[in-house]
Nanobody
């Protein structure tokens, strides 16, 4: 059974940084794609970043390019989202997701497993 557990959220001032972690268990993830999504109150869940676990190829939504970095640690079965230069509009619940395919997609419908989410709040 696949389990994804996020951590690292919190309250930070605008311009600050946070690193989110997603500890994955229950599978060998080399044939999976991983994604980070976020959902703000009253808004739809949106794709933030993705990584092909085996190849390490990364993808980002335009609004976070140059500020966020997704990476993975094979030994720890963990995916990270380093978030720098945070803005109030980054405030949301952030979710980790896993897809039974090596290809990253930006639609939440394409992911098979989800974590419970971690709150990120950026104050102005």
């Amino acid at each position: 059974q696949v389990q994804l557990v996020e951590s690292g959220g919190g309250l930070v001032q605008a311009g600050g940084s946070l690193r989110l972690s997603c500890a994955a268990s229950g599978r060998t993830f080399t044939s999976y794609a991983m994604g980070w999504f976020r959902q703000a109150p009253g808004k739809e869940r949106e794709f933030v970043a993705g990584i092909e676990w085996s190849a390490g190829t990364t993808y980002y939504v335009d609004s976070v390019k140059g500020r966020f970095t997704i990476s993975r640690d094979n030994a720890k079965n963990t995916v990270y989202l380093q978030m720098n230069s945070l803005k109030p509009e980054d405030t949301a619940i952030y979710y980790c997701a896993a897809r039974r395919s090596v290809v990253v997609v930006t639609s939440s419908m394409g992911y098979d497993y989800w974590g419970q989410g971690t709150q990120v709040t950026v104050s102005s």
